[in-house]
């Protein structure tokens, strides 16, 4: 079974910045893609980064503020967001795409870390 760790979360003042971790843990063969959505209060819970082989893909939303990154042997992955403002604020979720047996992919989720954005 795989598990996915969360860290980072807080309340931060708008234009301040937040880091979020992610770290993998169980039976893991291979991770093909690791990433990071979030869902605000009454609203779909929506993509904001994920990171593969072949690089980055943010949403529109955070492009040129958050930065992800993975290490692919810790099987890892950090979310630096900068310049925060109040519809940032919302539950960020880790997600991976895990081969935890050969032929056997599974869709992993962490449980969240809230980050408010608030003066």
């Known amino acids: 079974q795989v598990q996915l760790m969360e860290s980072g979360g807080g309340v931060v003042q708008p234009g301040g910045s937040l880091r979020l971790s992610c770290a993998a843990s169980?039976?893991?063969?291979?991770?093909?893609?690791m990433g990071w959505y979030r869902q605000a209060l009454g609203k779909a819970r929506e993509m904001v980064a994920t990171?593969?082989?072949?690089?980055?893909t943010y949403s529109a939303s955070v492009e040129g503020r958050f930065t992800i990154s993975g290490d692919n042997p810790r099987n890892t992955t950090t979310l630096q967001m900068n310049s925060l403002n109040s519809e940032d604020t919302a539950v960020y979720y880790c997600?991976?795409?895990?081969?935890?047996?050969?032929?056997?992919?599974?869709?992993?989720w962490g449980d969240g870390t809230q980050v408010t954005v608030s003066s």
């Open positions: 169980g039976t893991i063969l291979s991770i093909n893609l």
């Open positions: 990171i593969t082989k072949d690089g980055p």
């Open positions: 997600t991976a795409f895990v081969q935890v047996e050969e032929n056997k992919w599974s869709h992993v």
